[in-house]
């Protein structure tokens, strides 16, 4: 704990989606890091209640951290750039300098086969997850470039090395994250290298992402690991300049087979392991609202 308090402490620290799951872990241990905070989420009581929790579990442990700087927290929609230009402003404000952005805000996909996903939701998605992490990137970044040394960590997904069925939405987003990430932090590399650019690829973590119905066999199967021990492996892969996180249940072996496999055998695989945690029944095939005629059909066109 001492080695993250010497490197962290009086640094400040800038999370996304942080009234939940990873982004709250991440707030409450780099705020015991001794940091400053500035938080950020769409759901402004539930924010209220980490701001809270934070200050609780700061002034228990008052000899680790900084109790007398205030937390910056405000209702950000990840998906608006103005949102984000006006986050950041009041974070400087307050704390005058920004050395580390998480951008960690996500939410789940549809989690149904694509021809049985509305585009609305695909849109959502890539809205939230994808382009919530280039404006968090591209807004702060002036200010990131600013300091001896500062971190870019952008939140992806085992879903960003593999894409196992059901996902194609949420699969996509983060598999932009990955492509986005993985250019910004070569082109950094060559103009800014103090500026250190991770991707982290989480496994299943214990949170509250999977708020359909549908979704909870799969959350009570794969969601296992600790948001706080994710938390611990972000902070220790900065600390230690590691460009690719993978932590969480099934990250490692996951991230291996993602390789090493061809993608034929990597398909079947990642069928077996998601058959059946869907909808009831065999909905891959017979979904409400599935368009797809059955190969014997003939179609007009
Ligand atoms: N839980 C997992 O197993 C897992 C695995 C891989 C990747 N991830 C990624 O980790 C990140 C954090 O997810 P989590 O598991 O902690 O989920 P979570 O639902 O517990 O927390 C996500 C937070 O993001 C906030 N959010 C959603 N939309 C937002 C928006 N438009 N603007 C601002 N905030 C918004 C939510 O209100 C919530 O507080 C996400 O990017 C997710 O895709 C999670």
Same mark, same amino acid.
């Given at each position: 704990?001492?080695?993250?308090?010497?490197?962290?402490?009086?640094?400040?620290?800038?999370?996304?989606?942080?009234?939940?799951?990873? @982004?709250?872990?991440?707030?409450?241990?780099?705020?015991?890091?001794?940091?400053?905070?500035?938080?950020?989420?769409?759901?402004?009581?539930?924010?209220?209640?980490?701001?809270?929790?934070?200050?609780?579990?700061?002034?228990?442990?008052?000899?680790?951290?900084?109790?007398?700087?205030?937390?910056?927290?405000?209702?950000?929609?990840?998906?608006?750039?103005?949102?984000?230009?006006?986050?950041?402003?009041?974070?400087?404000? +307050?704390?005058?300098?920004?050395?580390?952005?998480?951008?960690?805000? @996500?939410?789940?996909?549809?989690?149904?086969?694509?021809?049985?996903?509305?585009?609305? +939701?695909?849109?959502?998605?890539?809205?939230?997850?994808?382009?919530?992490?280039?404006?968090?990137?591209k807004t702060s970044l002036p200010y990131l470039v600013q300091r001896p040394w500062?971190?870019?960590?952008?939140?992806?997904?085992?879903?960003?090395?593999?894409?196992?069925?059901?996902?194609?939405?949420?699969?996509?987003?983060?598999?932009?994250?990955?492509?986005?990430?993985?250019?910004?932090?070569?082109?950094?590399?060559?103009?800014?290298?103090?500026?250190?650019?991770?991707?982290?690829?989480?496994?299943?973590?214990?949170?509250?992402?999977?708020?359909?119905?549908?979704?909870?066999?799969?959350?009570?199967?794969?969601? +296992? +690991?600790?948001?706080?021990?994710?938390?611990?492996?972000?902070?220790? @892969?900065?600390?230690?300049?590691?460009?690719?996180?993978?932590?969480?249940?099934?990250?490692?072996?996951?991230?291996?087979?993602?390789?090493?496999?061809?993608?034929?055998?990597?398909?079947?695989?990642?069928?077996?392991?998601?058959?059946?945690?869907?909808?009831?029944?065999?909905?891959?095939?017979?979904?409400?609202?599935?368009?797809?005629?059955?190969?014997?059909?003939?179609?007009d066109n």
């Amino acid at each position: 704990m001492q080695e993250y308090q010497r490197f962290y402490q009086g640094k400040t620290v800038v999370i996304s989606g942080a009234a939940s799951g990873i @982004g709250s872990a991440l707030a409450h241990l780099f705020a015991e890091f001794g940091c400053k905070i500035a938080i950020c989420d769409i759901d402004g009581s539930a924010l209220a209640q980490v701001v809270e929790s934070i200050q609780a579990t700061l002034q228990k442990n008052r000899s680790h951290a900084d109790v007398s700087s205030p937390i910056v927290s405000q209702v950000v929609d990840v998906a608006s750039k103005e949102a984000w230009s006006a986050f950041l402003a009041k974070c400087i404000d +307050t704390h005058e300098h920004i050395d580390l952005v998480i951008n960690n805000a @996500g939410i789940e996909g549809s989690s149904q086969p694509i021809w049985a996903s509305s585009d609305d +939701t695909l849109e959502r998605v890539m809205d939230v997850n994808f382009y919530g992490m280039v404006f968090g990137s591209k807004t702060s970044l002036p200010y990131l470039v600013q300091r001896p040394w500062a971190a870019l960590v952008n939140v992806s997904s085992i879903f960003g090395l593999v894409a196992p069925p059901n996902t194609a939405d949420y699969s996509a987003s983060k598999f932009a994250i990955r492509g986005y990430t993985e250019s910004l932090r070569a082109e950094l590399e060559l103009v800014h290298p103090q500026v250190q650019v991770h991707l982290v690829h989480p496994g299943g973590i214990n949170t509250n992402i999977t708020r359909l119905e549908h979704s909870q066999k799969f959350k009570q199967r794969f969601l +296992t +690991t600790e948001p706080r021990a994710l938390a611990l492996q972000i902070a220790k @892969g900065v600390m230690r300049n590691k460009a690719r996180i993978v932590f969480g249940n099934q990250a490692k072996r996951t991230a291996f087979a993602s390789r090493l496999l061809p993608l034929s055998w990597l398909s079947k695989i990642l069928s077996k392991e998601i058959d059946g945690l869907g909808l009831e029944g065999d909905y891959i095939r017979e979904h409400e609202g599935f368009e797809l005629p059955n190969k014997n059909d003939k179609t007009d066109n």
